[in-house]
């Protein structure tokens, strides 16, 4: 029986940051075996064992980054997986055959993305993957025939599409591609010989809480996350053939998040609505009894990893914030469950601190969303750490957080903004972040630790601002736009310069350059603007430390973009600390990396916030 440790005892950041003890399980197909992701020789490898229970046995042996994700090919006997080369980004496919125990390399091409597209069911041996070898700027369809390693061409993209819709046949009749106004469409095909007509086209407003999810069963009708008439994406039924549009699901704040779709029949069964904590709606009734049974199994948010093609066995997550994400077997037939694993068991032998949901009014009326934790035990002002997500067009959710828990283990409050911009929130909140970096967007923080202030938790002579990403430049945005508002700023692969962040963007994302012009700015058309909104050129106004982070191969946020505010900050002789990781790219992927940034990190925090 464990014991949990005092309130105040400090967590290893080993325990925090360091490899999981198993992670990422994936039942097979025809549910006999589990695929899951654990260390071998401290690397994450993917190992393997059968569903009833025991010996477990490793099948990879990366001594390098380790991997990160699996899937199963349908014919329950092949593994795949995508691996990049020192966080480059150019994921190549790699597929393990559990019989014979070859590794395969499938994409062997430098200078490549790899995306996978599809898998069949009634061809199990076959792969849809999309490739950008013939241009960089556009991806092509291949069908890879893994038992063949057969690699042929089934689609051209000269439509430009950045998505693609298969049918219960496994053919592509479905694409997505964005506009050059930097709204969206939807083009399909009734055969795979047939041409493309449009059959949804979104504006630039409405594409935020917009998008498509897949083919009905019968190929007739697509599901589509749709706000055309509505603030939020609502998920409806579109008639390919008469354009009739039927309403399904919807929420008057949050856009629809995800659908649970029967593995086989493809048969629409709930809809998902992230709200401050995840919430289904049911569509099938007959669902009801099995998710009431998974409610009452373990603590926490359940959350579906994957199910078996036969839809006996569920493989089912539980998801907290003060605590390991917990993973069970569920029989569909008997309604039983069976433990498999925690995560990270150790962090039951400490108190954690729980995430709670908070809101407030901005200056200008919107309602702002996020989330809370505090340090067990303490109440009353203190130093608060405000942490700002990436995207920006992605949101903070509820659930185990470990920077958040290691913060709060170092007696900091942690404060974490959905500001406007954030996705989910429907699309005037998303779309009032357009043109806004370093505005209203920053303007959003502002008022949260205000808010922090108010509500009698932040000391607001101690305050940090800290992020990664958008939350990268966000700190740097803090640092030099509102300087006397934190003591310390902590940048990872923020972006300092907003003209040469746009216009060196990986060639793959072209087809997505339009809606970057719409939601940030064009620096052919707005240098002078966007010079306005970038950290690098209002570093005069910096009064506090800064630490930064930088992954040397990062594809998204050049180096350049952290070498260049370093350079000015050293030449003005402002106090800084400077991290370059070599072998990373957009974030820290090795557990070595993560403890060397953290462990730095606290020197910092403790040294300029405390």
Known sequence: MSTRTSANARIPKELLFGNPVITNPMISPDGKQIAFIAPYEGVLNIWLRSAAGGDERVLTQDSDRGI?????????????????????ENFKLYTFDTETGDILLRTPYDNIVTRFVARSDDHPELLLIALNVNDPKVHDIYQLNVRTNELKLVLENKENAISWMVDKQFQVRGLYRVTKDGGAEIL????EQAKWRTVVTWDSDDSASSRPFTFSPDGKSLYLADARNSNTGALVKLDLDTGAIEPIASDPVYDVSELMIHPFTLELQAVLFHRERMEWQLLD?????VLERLRVTHAGEPFIQNRSLTDREWLVGYRTDIGPTSYYLFHLDTMETTFLFDDRPELTHYELAPKQPISFA?????????????????EGQGPLVLVVHGGPWGRDTWGYDAQCQWLANLG????QVNFRGSAGYGKHFLNAGDREWGAKMHDDLVDAVQWAVEQGVADPQHVAIFGGSYGGYAALAGATFTPDLFRCAVDVVGPSNLLTLIRSVPPYWMPMLARLHKRVGNPDLDEAFL???SPL???????IPILIAQGANDPRVKQAESEQIVEAM?????????LLFEDEGHGFAKPANRMKFYETAETFLLKHLS
Not at 79 to 87: A, I, N, R
Not at 363 to 374: A, C, E, F, K, V
């Open 68 to 88: 990160q994700n699996i899937l199963w090919c349908q014919d329950s006997r092949h593994l795949f997986y995508l691996q990049d080369s020192g966080g480059n």
């Open 188 to 191: 399909v095909r009734d055969t």
């Open 285 to 289: 009734e007959s669902l009801r009894p």
């Open 362 to 378: 901005s200056r200008d009326g919107w309602t702002i969303h996020g989330y809370l934790t505090r340090p067990p035990g303490v």
């Open 412 to 415: 900091y409050s942690v404060l």
């Open 531 to 533: 010079r306005s909104r």
């Open 537 to 543: 050129f209002h570093v005069d106004n910096i009064k």
């Open 570 to 578: 050293r030449e003005k002789g402002l106090e800084y600390v400077y």
